[in-house]
């Protein structure tokens, strides 16, 4: 992930098969849908569809549904957030004053906002559901914001890449405070509320899982682990992305680690959200990132892949939008994508 990074900023970021029925989306936003033929044991007829963005190279990133139903993604290159009406298929996009900001992480707030870090314009930034942008400063410089989420105290809370902290922001006053993870160098990249109502990060090049709770806990993760994204999962486990060591790893709130590789080889797993399954109740779903597969893990362990049509796209962000359909981002191709029919 780390590597990942950089090099867009420097840029300008085994079971039997299954198939799916090819559908076109409804509305006038115009797409193409893809047989899913994954690999895995499912019942249901999935679909992947891919939709290009409108604005030409704009790095689609980080996306979450908003607090209108809507999905809401940053545009990394073009230093816009934008949304995907999921009524009309129309996007919308809304420019961020501070130039080459490279909005990158997204989540809805607790006061009913849109919330999203800007890695170079060094800002937390914040958004409401008809467009008003505040932006608020790091109080450290470079600190290179990358993740974000809501914590059990209502506060945002962001890692920062470079800065080597959590930073939490009170979104009613604005205040900012710090906390300096204890490895050096770590890189903490992604960030979740636990089960345990604790926040949970990858510490990308440490090697490392954290816990914050009025103090920090480490755990040591395999050697040459570079953990990435990761969600609190429907068992009560914390469930993360490993890129280097392309596995999807189970961590107990006592730290107890078990890794599931991913299908296929050095596929680079990113982003990691909840979804639904006909597996189960819930499973975990990512994305492959150099395989280009959307990947689903149940908390069994059992994982399945399927290819998306674009070759290369970058798949980057995955959340659960309406519908139990799952949305995602192709940074490279500047595709959204959806997985429906779950």
Excluded at 102 to 125: H, Q
Excluded at 126 to 148: C, L, M, Q, R, V
Excluded at 302 to 327: K, R, Y
Aim: one cysteine or more; glycine letters at 12%.
């Amino acid at each position: 992930m780390r590597n990942f990074f950089i090099a867009i900023a420097a840029g300008a970021l085994h079971i039997a098969g299954c198939g799916g029925k090819s559908v076109i989306p409804a509305g006038n936003f115009a797409g193409s849908a893809s047989d899913l033929h994954g690999r895995g044991v499912h019942a249901a007829a999935m679909t992947i569809t891919e939709m290009p963005v409108p604005q030409s190279s704009s790095g689609p990133t980080g996306v979450t549904m908003g607090p209108d139903g809507n999905i809401w993604f940053t545009e990394y290159f073009k230093n816009s957030i934008a949304v995907f009406n999921v009524t009309t298929s129309k996007i919308k996009r809304f420019k961020i004053a501070t130039s080459n900001a490279r909005p990158a992480g997204i989540v809805t707030g607790p006061d009913g906002n849109l919330w999203f870090t800007e890695s170079l314009g060094n800002k937390i930034g914040k958004i409401t559901p008809t467009g008003t942008i505040t932006e608020y400063p790091i109080n450290i410089a470079k600190s290179d914001p990358i993740g974000i989420t809501v914590g059990a105290d209502g506060n945002l809370w962001v890692t920062e890449l470079d800065g080597n902290r959590l930073v939490s922001l009170n979104p009613t006053t604005g205040a900012l405070t710090g906390y300096l993870v204890p490895t050096a160098h770590s890189h903490p990249a992604f960030i979740t509320l636990g089960p345990d109502g604790a926040l949970w990060f990858t510490e990308n090049t440490a090697g490392k899982i954290g816990r914050f709770s009025h103090g920090f806990q480490e755990f040591t993760l395999a050697t040459g682990a570079n953990p990435e994204g990761i969600v609190s999962g429907p068992d009560g486990n914390l469930w993360f992305t490993d890129d280097a060591l392309s596995q999807v790893d189970k961590i107990t709130t006592s730290g107890v680690v078990t890794a599931y590789p991913t299908l296929t080889a050095g596929a680079v797993p990113s982003r990691i959200t909840v979804g639904p399954s006909d597996l189960g109740p819930a499973a975990l779903w990512f994305t492959e990132s150099t395989a280009n597969n959307i990947g689903e893990i149940t908390t069994a362990g059992v994982v399945s892949e399927f290819p998306v049509s674009t070759p290369a796209s970058g798949l980057t962000g995955i959340a659960l939008g309406p519908n139990n359909t799952l949305w995602f981002t192709e940074h490279i191709a500047n595709k959204l994508g959806t997985v429906s029919g779950i």
